[in-house]
């Protein structure tokens, strides 16, 4: 802006002679109260004045201006020469053209340059002027000032030289959005030079920021007041990640900005590794679930299925090789898109019958190595045939896979398949590495399930081969069960018995070996028959038949210690007539008998667990008790299974028991005894669980 000069400048100043500034009392008129406050003003502010008369080519200095020169009134010879004389000589020519320019133009005069002091010291001045034609359009005048800037030039330079040092790239932009500065740093960055930068604007310079994120911080930023920090990628050529400070000021933008492409990767490469090691452990979790079935195995591979994707890849399916139904096929599929997952579902349903026999899974599967395949779409698109299965394999658009065997043993059990498209990079060596964990948990899994499945049912076989059909006595009713835990591969040493006396009296036994193996089987199976021979004399009582039963665990050394509970079911003639029986019984720490009476009341046959255990003490006391009961009652043995378990105490199991069993009473006992086990174990058993119940019938 234009210093508004006085189209004359005055000789001499008051106070430039030593004489007392004159009263603004003593002042004529308002014009000069104007010019004084003017010419204190310029005082003020330390501008000196300057009066080229281009006709003579005198050049009138005012006091000031002298100073800022290095000139005295003595040694200053009033010509353009002595001005240009202290102009720096990098500066001499660019001062001088400007002042021709102003007075070819009669237009304004403004330059900034340096002064070389008689000292040597340099001083910055900008100076300002117009030049004034005559009535005929000639220049005669031009007139002007000056300003010492050296002080804010050194201002500028110690900033300029910060923000050059600075390992962060810097720059500016002006409210049209051009660029004002841009430090050393920055030219790095954007790989352009101040040249290119400075003066262009931001969104032409760099076209990729318009509708980015770029573009929404500046603007907010520029029209607001609060500063703006965010995160932004910038495509090739630049391809880079930028943590960006932007903050308004009253000139426009200033903007610090650091690439952080690197740390984002390290960072990326950490969130990626860390989600390769929960995947892992997440399939661990979930692979440690009983399987067992088809239909277990099938869940259990579709939620690896799912947890495998997005971390290893964009979709993934898995194969079971000769399963449980003796056919190899993809049994999980899942795809990171939602609206891509029936299209997965459909390619794994189709492809294994439509590939080519070399086809990558087909060949993991039967050679038990590892198949990466760098172009999907060149591989197996050729191979499938016109139709659905090519139409769903264009839509998911696969550009590379791994497929890898699910090895376990020497055996290959199945295949994952892992894909990726085009728009993500092939997998490294860290996702392979992941992906071989993966289906080596998955592997190890199915196969330990198997066995684990095969050993329980062998054992289960063995149990109750030596787990006999009760008889059917014409006047009562005799009802067992076994069902083996149905989360655990062990089968226990649970057993039942009844048979009939030569003299008629029914004997129930049940019982329970201590451990859960198919040693506790084998152990039940000696007890079962040593008891079953001892018992059958009739001429024994409960109590009798377990010491003898104890004398021979310890005299055959089995080693061995097991709960009974031996009961008979005893009835004279008298009895008959009246039509009552005698339930006489002996327990070896084994949970009481419950007795249902006709009328629907539950009664516990002993208050606690009985007597001494089998196997601990062969000299321990043995005692037999006994009621009578009317026709009509049911006697119910049970084993602790029913009862007892993570979830429930042995009290209050057994009330629970007595509970439903009062409430059950109506039904037949077959169906009596399998609403016992639903009621008390709807989730399932957590233990084996045998069952012997006797209903006496009216006679």
Not at 21 to 30: E, H, I, Q
Not at 169 to 185: G, H, I, K, Q
Not at 245 to 258: E, I, K
């Amino acid at each position: 802006m234009d210093l508004p000069l006085p189209v004359t400048v005055p000789e001499q100043r008051p106070g430039s002679s030593g004489e007392a500034p004159r009263s603004l009392s003593l002042l004529p008129d308002d014009a000069e109260v104007s010019r004084l406050r003017f010419e204190l003003a310029i005082d003020a502010a330390r501008i000196g004045s300057f009066d080229w008369d281009l006709v003579t080519g005198r050049l009138s200095w005012d006091e000031q201006l002298l100073a800022l020169f290095g000139y005295t009134e003595a040694d200053f010879d009033e010509t353009l020469d002595a001005f240009a004389a202290r102009l720096h000589p990098d500066d001499r020519d660019r001062t001088l053209q400007a002042l021709q320019d102003a007075v070819d133009t009669r237009g304004a005069y403004e330059a900034e340059f340096r002064v070389v002091l008689p000292s040597g010291d340099i001083r910055w001045v900008q100076g300002r002027g117009r030049a004034l034609a005559d009535s005929r359009g000639r220049p005669v005048r031009l007139l002007g000032a000056a300003l010492d800037t050296t002080r804010l030039r050194e201002g500028d330079a110690r900033v300029s030289r910060v923000l050059e040092t600075m390992r962060s790239a810097f720059f500016a932009l002006d409210r049209s959005w051009r660029f004002t500065y841009v430090n050393a740093e920055a030219e790095r960055v954007l790989h352009r030079t101040r040249d290119e930068l400075l003066g262009g604007v931001v969104w032409e310079l760099f076209p990729d920021a318009v509708g980015s994120a770029f573009e929404t911080h500046y603007r907010a930023a520029m029209e607001g007041t609060q500063e703006r920090v965010f995160e932004a990628y910038y495509p090739p050529p630049l391809d880079a990640w930028y943590e960006v400070r932007a903050w308004p000021g009253p000139d426009g933008l200033s903007v610090y900005f650091l690439d952080v492409t690197e740390r984002r990767a390290v960072e990326e490469r950490a969130r990626a590794g860390a989600a390769r090691l929960a995947l892992i452990a997440e399939v661990s979790a979930l692979m440690s679930s009983a399987l067992g079935s088809a239909a277990a195995e099938r869940a259990a591979l579709q939620r690896v299925a799912e947890a495998v994707v997005p971390v290893l890849g964009d979709w993934a399916i898995l194969t079971l090789a000769d399963g449980t139904d003796g056919r190899t096929q993809d049994v999980a599929s899942w795809h990171a898109d939602p609206a891509m997952r029936a299209a997965t579902a459909t390619y794994a349903a189709l492809r294994l019958a439509s590939v080519a026999p070399d086809a990558p899974v087909l060949r993991a599967l039967e050679s038990g190595r590892l198949f990466t395949v760098a172009d999907v779409p060149a591989v197996i698109r050729p191979t499938l045939p016109e139709g659905e299965v090519r139409d769903v394999f264009d839509a998911l658009a696969p550009r590379t896979a791994v497929t890898l065997p699910l090895l376990a043993r020497g055996r290959t059990l199945g295949a994952l398949s892992v894909y990726r498209g085009a728009d993500r990079s092939p997998a490294a060596a860290e996702d392979v590495a992941a992906a071989r964990e993966v289906a080596d948990r998955v592997a190890l899994a199915l196969d330990n399930a198997r066995l684990f499945d095969q050993q329980r049912r062998l054992a289960e076989a063995l149990q109750r081969s030596m787990l006999t059909a009760p008889p059917q006595p014409d006047d009562a009713e005799i009802v067992v069960r076994y069902q083996p835990a149905v989360q655990v591969a062990q089968v226990g040493g649970d057993w039942y018995d009844a048979f009939l006396q030569p003299d008629g009296s029914t004997v129930l036994v049940i019982g329970d070996v201590v451990g859960h193996d198919i040693e506790a089987a084998a152990a039940m199976g000696q007890l079962r028959g040593m008891l079953r021979g001892i018992a059958h004399r009739g001429d024994t009582p409960p109590d009798a038949v377990l010491a003898e039963l104890d004398s021979a665990v310890d005299a055959l050394g089995l080693g061995t210690m097991a709960t009974a509970v031996v009961a008979r079911v005893e009835q004279t003639p008298e009895q008959r007539a009246a039509g009552t029986t005698t339930l006489r019984w002996s327990n070896a720490g084994h949970p009481p008998p419950l007795l249902l009476t006709p009328e629907g009341e539950v009664r516990t046959l002993g208050d606690d667990r009985g007597e001494l255990m089998l196997g601990v003490d062969p000299a321990a006391r043995r005692t037999s008790r006994a009621v009578e009961v009317r026709r009509g009652s049911t006697l119910l043995l049970y084993t602790d299974g029913l009862v007892e378990g993570r979830d429930l105490l042995l009290d209050e199991g057994t009330s629970l028991l007595g509970a439903a069993l009062a409430q059950l009473a109506d039904l037949p006992l077959e169906r009596l005894c399998d609403a016992l086990v639903t009621r008390l174990r709807p989730e399932g058993l957590q233990d084996d669980v045998a069952l012997v119940a006797i209903r006496l019938h009216p006679q």
